[in-house]
């Protein structure tokens, strides 16, 4: 099948963050095939997709999620981080039957595809729900079960042998939109013995390490008493670093740990919504940015966030620095569509597919309706989607070639279904 | 004319912050007549609105804005900020033209109305334009005419001049959406004998004062070198706070100032959005709480936020001091949704009329389509309101009684018009 989008102001987030403007895209099959600026004869195209004045911009990279706690969305806001954890997600977390997660995943992958997220990297548990969701919604994402490193010695060998049988069924399943990643959850719930066992299994499977890292000063300061060195240092002394690794929030890392993140080309993964709003603190990425880090951008989960609009992630990215340094250049609008595409890309090990419209890459691609007063006068698309837009402008979306959101309705999964067995599920809790 | 809400999920927002689940809510004309758990026979209504599980909440107040700036909307951003006043903001807000400030204002008007923002202070020059597309679109507003001290004498005293004249012209016009405050611009573009003219005319008229007070930095330093006192302290010598005042900003503002603007009733308009981006800095707006001052929230205009959604600025304010302090309970929901009605209300001396949804005040009211998976689970709508939800989601908007946006579009302007008529007239700025 051989599609082309006309008429459109194409942003391609390429390496010169090009933006064409009333440009053409073609892609066959799952593969976009030619950008530029004149339009072909359109008679040999299956399908046409006229795009006027709107963008057309690559789908945004969620690194970091776990899509199944949307269940939890607003269940205990505004309560100290360890009150909030003991008393309130642990005790239900714990309750959690498949149908749960199943409920929890698809109400977050139907958010994600309204919203323009294509990709997103998932860490929770009973992972082969999650990746079924992915299959069925055509959404594409980079999996992992999340391994804490609590329970005796037979549970913890299970939850590897697990995470190894839930690697080689689902690692390129789904026309190659599932991928996987080794999780060991972090250096405070995992012994270095578990982090090591965990490594193995991910060099042998050649596939990259996720892993929560110092989101919290408390965290810091237990790996200090603990075992005398700061997470980050701790990781690369286990060898963790020599081995591809995306960690996750980096809040609480001096320029010592930023020098040696980037030496040992590990990718980051920033939450900021969910770091301001559990009080954690504000992630020194100026300071990543400036050695060469190309920190990518997540929105944690739902119960912690509590949405899963990556444009929000976007404008919260460059907002807080230019206000915490009072400098209006520290995180240009250019370097935060970066953080929410191309670098994303990156940080899951994706970039040779997706992260940029360009020839060769994937057909991961978000339409946005321009047509409202909040995109005017358009003098500069890329800082309309980050200063101005939000999720809600998505019309529509496109994975690996195939439309999977439609007018702003997604195609592939039953939103209104899903809203009510998200509710009936949840009334126990109440 | 008799109107009738059903079904609704009703975030009232009176001083007990209650939500009634499945309630009514009554108004006549433009006033609320009745707020309760059980509908009554609907037989008698002229109309009646079935909000089914939506939400239903006062409209949002904006106190700080100028609604024809975003004619200027991202011409320029990721500058230093004194770049970006002299090199565009300036130079083509000199060429503004009746016909810039009237698309201008109109752009703004349709994008707050279709964002929920009931009523807005804005503070611009040639007001009776503005004045009349207040009183066209339905919208509220308390304007004013922002008088900078720079000019001959003859010159300051034709400002001083049309100000009195267009607050004795528009004040209560309108059916009463039309109020009028009087600004002088700020201490650091105003002598003191000419905020002191202001402040005359102010007491002659029984108006506001609205003013521009520590934004940046530079601005107390050059008020420190001008006057050898911080401008709280400057404008409390002058005499201005002795009348009712509402300034603008205050992120610069120490402890000492804090108090001094609690003691004397003094309002506040915080701007978080917009003092990010600029890289103005982070008001100390729990400190402000914390001594009993009801801080307000506003986005300034869009040329320096990108957008006019109250939404955002309800949850920008909450997250940046969670994450600044490293205190998740710095700003709860339940105050920042106070923060962007009730305290507005108070903060535009308007609190007997609007703010909350009370038997009495005006029917300023917006619906919130909640069928949508970013709502769920609805533990709490407060949570969801400041978390989750974007001015997209908002359906329906009412003020003083009557239907101004329906289903998404506003009734009373013509955005399409409106988006055309904008990009022809910045042509010329490209």
Redesign the interface.
Known sequence: MRSIVINAMIVTVNAENEVIHNGSMIFEEDTITYIGESPENLASFDQVINAHGKIVMPGLINTHTHAAM??L???G?????QE?LEQKMWPIEGKFQEEHIRLGTE??V??ML?SGTTTFADMYNQMDIVADIVRQSGSRASLSRGMLGFGSKEMLTQKLKDTVRFAKQWHLQAEGRVRVMISPHSPYTCSPDFIKEALVIAKELDLPIHIHVSET?REVKLNMDRYKKRPVEHLYHLGVFDHPTLIAHAVHVNQEEINLLEKMGVKISYN??S????????APVPEMLKVGIRVALGTDS?AS?????MFEEMR?AS??H?????????I???IAIQMATRYGAEALFMEDEIGSLEVGKKADFIILNT????F?????PI??IV??A????VQDVFINGKQVVKYGEVLTLD??R??FE??QI?NQ??
């Open positions: 949307s269940l969305r607003g269940y806001d505004d309560l100290p981080l909030w109400l977050s139907i958010e309204k000063e900021p919504g770091n301001l709003k559990l009080g954690s603190g504000i739902a966030n509590n949405n899963l609009d919260l907002l807080i230019k206000g915490y340094h009072q400098d209006p250049l520290a240009s609008a250019k047509n409202q007063a909040h005017h006068p358009m003098y500069d800082s309309h200063y101005s939000s999720g809600k402008d939103e209104q899903i809203i998200v509710e949840v809790w109440r």
